[in-house]
C-alpha cells in the first residue's frame, strides 16, 4: 500500500464524503480508491485493461466465417 499526503479542495473533499457515506466505506482512502476504480472501468480505453486483451485474444481464436460462406449460411 502506498501513502501520500494530499492536497484538494473543498468541493473535492465534500464528494469524497459522500461517496464515503453512500458506500458506508471507513476512510477518504477508500473513498479514493472507489473513485479511480470507476474511471478505469469507464474512461480508460479497454486496450489498456488485461481482461479485454484476454477477451480479445479469445475472440481471434475463435472460428470465423468468410463473407462468402455468411451469405451461403444466411440465404
Do not use: T, W
Amino acid at each position: 500500500m502506498v501513502q501520500a499526503m494530499i492536497n484538494i479542495n473543498e468541493e473535492s473533499n465534500r464528494v469524497l464524503n459522500i461517496i464515503k457515506a453512500k458506500y458506508g466505506l471507513r476512510d477518504k482512502s477508500e473513498a479514493i480508491d472507489v473513485v479511480v476504480k470507476e474511471y478505469e472501468e469507464n474512461f480508460l480505453e479497454p486496450e489498456l485493461r488485461p481482461e479485454y486483451k484476454k477477451k480479445l485474444f479469445g475472440i481471434l481464436k475463435g472460428k470465423h466465417l468468410s463473407r462468402a460462406d455468411f451469405e451461403k449460411a444466411v440465404k
